[in-house]
């Protein structure tokens, strides 16, 4: 770091640790939820006669394993917030601190957009808006850390290619 101590740094450095750790874990883990979500729709051979019959199983250990990632999931995001915390009160200055905490509601939006979208057609409309919003933040807040002149190059590249991702994710998904 060119304006950071070496305490501030290792501080530092131990944020972004706990950051990439619990993008890890709540990335992996919703991904083993969907497959197991997945595979046993697929293979479940339940029909409408079986429904009608009331010979429905609503419980099986696929829906308990996809449950279990799912509360890894939820532990995974719980981290990441408090890491976002964390690394944003090691920041060198006001205005990296804020950016971080930019980011940090942007992906707050990202994820009260995801449990409202569950609601029927307003809820469809109101997650698009919160989408829009947390995407706006997230390219500002990384566009800004990306410019820092408090960072070193390596972290301004990281920061950018962030925001780079967010745009693709912004393309694609919106």
């Not at 995801?114 to 989408?131: E, K, M, N, Q, R």
């Not at 820092?148 to 301004?156: E, G, T």
Request: glycine share 6%; aromatic share 14%; hydrophobic share 50%.
């Amino acid at each position: 770091m060119e304006n950071i101590t070496a305490g501030q740094n290792n501080v530092w450095k131990s944020s972004i640790d706990s950051l990439i750790t619990a993008i890890w874990i709540y990335t992996l883990c919703s991904i083993v939820a969907n497959i197991i979500d997945t595979v046993s729709s697929v293979t479940s051979n339940l029909d409408i006669a079986d429904i009608m019959n009331g010979n429905v199983q609503f419980f099986d250990a696929s829906d308990i394993a996809s449950a279990a990632f799912g509360i890894f999931v939820i532990i995974g995001y719980y981290l990441f917030f408090k890491a976002l915390d964390t690394f944003s009160n090691h920041q060198a200055n006001d205005t990296d601190k804020e950016n971080v905490l930019k980011v940090k509601s942007g992906y707050l939006l990202l994820l009260i957009g995801t449990f409202i979208d569950i609601i029927p057609i307003i809820g469809s409309f109101i997650a698009f808006v919160l989408y829009i919003i947390s995407y706006v933040k997230l390219i500002g807040g990384y566009g800004a850390l990306s410019k820092s002149y408090m960072l070193n190059a390596s972290c301004k590249k990281g920061f950018s290619t962030a925001k780079k991702s967010i745009k693709m994710i912004d393309f694609f998904f919106i």
